[in-house]
Structure formats: C-alpha cells, structure tokens
C-alpha cells in the first residue's frame, strides 16, 4: 500500500511553476489582511487564476454562503498587494465556543488553501500566523480556527499549513492508480473476479428490467438524482444510529446549486452518478474533477429488493472504468476506510489537520479535539474495537444486524 498523494491540478494553474519560477519574497512585503463576509467576492476572483482543491473552490465556497447563510471570514496573505493564499472559512458555534472552519463543514475533505504556486514557496510558518493574527483582530469572537483533511500536498506541491503543528487526521482516505488504463488496473486487483461479478449483476438487472448508467446533463436529472441519494442516506443513517449530515435543508439546497452550476462548465468540476434499474435509482454518487483525479465525494444505495445485487459496486466498477477511459490518473475514493474502498485502493493518502487557538477557550478547546482525534484514531485502526462500536450504534437506533458497507462515504 503506497502512502501518497497522485498529483491534483485544482484549478487551471500549472503546478510546476512553483518550482520553475519561485519567488524569494522579503518578509517585510508580506501583508495579511480579513474581511467578513464582503470579502468572499475578492475570494472568487482570486479563485480564476488559483490552485485549490474541490472544497475550496469559488462555486463550493459562493455556493455554501448563499445557500446556508453562512457566517464567512476571509483572510488573505498577500506579497506587495498581490493574493499569495487566502482562507474563506465560516464561523460556526461549537457550545461556548465560535470556531473558524472550511466552508462546508464535514463536507468538505482534501483540504488545501487557495493559493498562487509561484509564491507558495516563499510563504512560511510566520507569514501564515500573522493570517491567523488578522483573523483574530477581525472577529475577536472567534476562539479556535480549526482546518480540518488537509491535504499533504497538491499538484506535487506541499501544503503550506503543514509548516504549522499539526496532527494526522482519524481517517484514512483511499484511492486507485489508474496507471496503464482498466484492463492494467484489473490485472492488479482481482481483475477476473470483479469482471465476472459484473456480469452476473448485468444479468440480476435484466431480469427485472431496463437498466442504465446515468450522468445528470440537466437540473432536473440533478434534482432527481440528489432527491434518491438523500432518500438513500436518511435511511442508511438512521439504520447507523448516526445523524444525518446531509439532512439539513439548506446542505441540500446547497448541493443541488453545486452540481446544477457545474452543468455551465466545458469540464463540469462536479459531477452526480446513478444507476437506474426498471426505473428506480439504486445507487447515487456524487464527484469532483481535480485536475487528473476524480474524486467520489458522496455515494448511497437503497436499500430494496435489489440491494444484494450490490449496485453501489457495480457503479463504482463503471465510474472508475470511465475515468480511465477519460484520461484520469487516479480514481480517490476520498475519506474513509471501508472493504468496498480496499476491493479496489492502492494507494492511501494521510491527511492532516491544524488547530490556532485565538483565545483562552480557544486552547482549552483545542486541546479536546486533540484527545478526541487520537481517541477515533485508536478506535479506528483497532478492528475489534471499531466493529463494536458500529455495533452499539446500530443496537441504539435499534437495527442490530449489520447492513452493506457500500455507502458508508
């Protein structure tokens, strides 16, 4: 198993012009500045000629405002006026404590800040406090800035938050190098097992009916696809005996704007999958495009007569053809270590995560996440541990036996 990260592109900024014409700043040209919400606009146009990763995209960002009413601060470091890096976070209230995090909330995975790549190397662990210190000057309400899923680098190039104190974060994510096409990725994950459960599963389809892969073109096959998948999820979460993240009416207003506005786009950046069986969806994914990378941010499947068939799999096996045959170099199956993910990953990514105390309660708080990360992590990586625990919760919500694991994102 490779612990790495395959290269990300974010936006349309060639990442190797970070180390073909770096700049070799003066500390003393360095400014940092934060604005409240106002500044969101200056946020999006920094994003036309920027690197960032899905979640931090202008139209991820914009979107989010907009559709939760979000409290936004933005901070920007700049080198003689000109945007080096800049953080849109919200701030959300955590019991006594406000707390600055990416727009998105546990939505938003692989982190990486905005940022010009030319400059990037000349930005320093100073530089990036004296962010957090303009922040704090801003909204002296703010107790805690806390950057959650960082990536540990993007497009080949580092994460400048990782010159911070930080902390692996409690999840693995997972992915698939898609090296020499499908046919080579079969050949090295069980290729002759996966092909002839495909078939088997083409054949359980139709016997019931017509069956098709869809990719929503339109907002109303956007609507119809997110309307499945938050069917599918509800019903998936409540049988978990863990809340619903996507339950809330504004996060799904917020998605239907997301994936809706990609459909402008040459290369929509996001994109929804499903697989419709006699007329129903079975299974929903939704993706972002990054650079060479697809990444499956959400899936679901429901959970019906034809749930043994396993259509959440049988649509990962067509996604992932897919992006093969569309140049991709590596499907990332993005946070959380499940079988359904290890049937296919070679590759696990590390990420990372950095807390700032602004204030007293700031630190106190920050010193509870700590605990509470390296608590998930043990619980995570002890098998035994981690059964029992989705066990107990599933016996509280009152579904003690144990449902598939293709959903789990």
């Not at 990360?373 to 509280?396: C, D, S």
Request: charged share 25%; proline share 5%; glycine share 8%.
């Amino acid at each position: 198993m490779v612990d790495a990260t395959a290269s990300f592109d974010g936006n349309r900024v060639a990442a190797n012009e970070a180390s073909a014409r770096p700049v070799r700043a003066d500390q003393d040209r360095w400014t940092a500045t934060a604005s409240d919400d106002t500044g969101v606009a200056d946020y999006v146009q920094f994003c036309g000629s920027a690197l960032f990763a899905p979640a931090q995209s202008a139209s991820w960002v914009s979107n989010w405002a907009a559709a939760t009413g979000a409290d936004m601060v933005v901070a920007t470091l700049s080198y003689d006026g000109r945007p080096a890096l800049s953080l849109a976070l919200e701030v959300v209230r955590r019991g006594p404590f406000k707390v600055a995090r990416f727009a998105g909330g546990r939505h938003a995975n692989g982190n990486f800040a905005t940022a010009d790549p030319r400059l990037l190397p000349a930005i320093d662990s100073p530089a990036i406090r004296a962010m957090f210190k303009a922040i704090a000057r801003t909204r002296p309400d703010i107790d805690l800035i806390s950057l959650e899923r960082l990536l540990p680098d993007l497009d080949g190039v580092a994460n400048p938050l990782a010159a911070l104190p930080g902390f692996p974060s409690p999840n693995l994510a997972l992915a698939v190098d898609l090296d020499g096409g499908f046919d080579a990725l079969l050949s090295r994950a069980s290729g002759k097992r996966k092909r002839k459960k495909h078939r088997s599963q083409t054949r359980k389809f139709e016997a019931v009916g017509a069956f098709r892969r869809i990719e929503a073109r339109t907002r109303e096959e956007v609507d119809r696809l997110l309307d499945a998948f938050f069917e599918m999820k509800e019903a998936r979460f409540a049988k978990m005996g863990i809340a619903n993240v996507f339950g809330d009416r504004q996060v799904r207003d917020f998605f239907r704007a997301l994936f809706a506005d990609a459909l402008a786009e040459e290369k929509p950046p996001f994109l929804l999958h499903g697989l419709d069986v006699a007329g129903k969806l079975r299974s929903v994914t939704g993706s972002s495009r990054s650079g060479k990378r697809l990444i499956c941010e959400f899936g679901a499947i429901a959970e019906d007569d034809l749930s043994f068939t396993s259509p959440g799999e049988f649509l990962f096996f067509d996604n992932i053809q897919q992006a093969c045959e569309l140049g991709f170099d590596v499907y990332d199956f993005s946070v959380g270590d499940e079988p359904y993910k290890r049937l296919w990953c070679d590759i696990e990514v590390q990420h990372f995560e950095v807390l700032a105390p602004l204030t007293l309660k700031g630190r106190a708080l920050a010193t509870g996440l700590r605990q509470g990360a390296r608590a998930k992590a043990f619980i995570k990586i002890n098998p035994t541990i981690w059964k029992l625990t989705k066990m107990l919760r599933r016996k509280a919500a009152g579904q003690p036996a144990p449902a598939p694991a293709e959903d789990d994102n």
